[in-house]
């Protein structure tokens, strides 16, 4: 089920939200995967995108790596959604926490996916919160660096086709800590959130 737990509005128009619920069942034209390096998609979120899409996002995946080499750690890189409903799969690579400069990592990948995004002239995208699994980023400091790389980029460009952002969280602990965050994060900035049962 997707239940909407936080709306924001930019001054410009554009919606960051934050949704709990399956991300593969995201209604919208990207979802982002949360992925390693060599794109192989067994388990976690990335497991269950290829479960629900099919194959071809592993072959796709794989094919981009024997053209391109690994995704390298804060990059992202772009298949086709099988049978998902959205269009695109970005496989945004997070670091895992203790290899260094995690922070930095963290909001390169994010950013790489909203560019991307971009890129590819999509109005809706939908990403969960990476690096958070068993890359082991403490959801705190996650929601707060990827709330903030989302706010920053949606702020610096108005004029961009991408729109509609949500933050996809499995479970209640993880939708409560990145609702704390959104509130205190944008709750201060010019148009106010509204909070959905």
């Not at 929601?143 to 086709?161: M, N």
């Amino acid at each position: 089920m997707r239940d909407i737990v936080f709306e924001f509005q930019t001054g410009s128009g554009q919606h960051i939200r934050m949704i709990r619920g399956d991300i593969t069942e995201e209604p919208v034209d990207v979802i982002v995967n949360a992925a390693n390096e060599r794109l192989a998609h067994g388990g976690g979120v990335a497991g269950a995108i290829v479960r629900g899409g099919g194959a071809i996002i592993q072959r796709e995946s794989d094919g981009w790596v024997r053209e391109h080499g690994p995704v390298p750690t804060g990059g992202a890189a772009i298949t086709s959604a099988g049978s998902l409903p959205a269009r695109y799969v970005i496989h945004a690579v997070g670091p895992v926490w203790g290899s260094g400069d995690e922070v930095a990592k963290l909001d390169s990948a994010v950013r790489s996916s909203l560019e991307l995004a971009v890129e590819h002239q999509v109005s809706s995208l939908s990403l969960p919160a990476i690096s958070s699994g068993i890359f082991g980023f403490p959801a705190d400091l996650c929601a707060q660096v990827i709330i903030a790389t989302v706010s920053d980029f949606l702020s610096s460009r108005p004029d961009a086709s991408l729109q509609e952002v949500n933050l996809v969280l499995f479970g209640e602990e993880m939708a409560s800590v990145f609702l704390q965050e959104a509130h205190r994060r944008l709750g201060s900035e010019h148009v106010s959130p509204c909070q959905k049962p």
